[in-house]
């Protein structure tokens, strides 16, 4: 599980080596467009890797603005 952080790299989310990683918002409830672009590039990257991504939202309000952005659509699961 990878705890998100401001400071998360695209690196840090795709040389995990676990086939099923999980991104832990926490508490978040929002997030800048510089993180939405690494994560962004990162999925994309796992996915091409046919890893599984999960986001695990305590936060509505952000899940909703992840699902309308499209991560579900590039594969992203939320729980």
Same mark, same amino acid.
């Given at each position: 599980?990878?705890?998100?952080?401001?400071?998360?790299?695209?690196?840090?989310?795709?040389?995990?080596?676990?086939?099923?990683?999980?991104?832990?918002?926490?508490?978040?409830?929002?997030?800048?467009?510089?993180?939405?672009?690494?994560?962004? /590039?990162?999925?994309?990257?796992?996915?091409?890797?046919?890893?599984?991504?999960? /986001?695990?939202?305590?936060?509505?309000?952000?899940?909703?603005?992840?699902?309308?952005?499209?991560?579900?659509?590039?594969?992203?699961?939320?729980?």
């Amino acid at each position: 599980m990878i705890e998100w952080k401001r400071e998360t790299t695209k690196e840090d989310i795709c040389c995990n080596e676990e086939k099923e990683i999980i991104i832990d918002f926490c508490d978040r409830i929002a997030i800048s467009s510089s993180e939405i672009s690494i994560l962004f /590039f990162a999925v994309k990257e796992c996915m091409q890797k046919n890893k599984n991504i999960f /986001f695990k939202l305590r936060k509505n309000i952000l899940r909703e603005v992840l699902e309308e952005m499209g991560f579900e659509k590039l594969g992203v699961k939320f729980i």
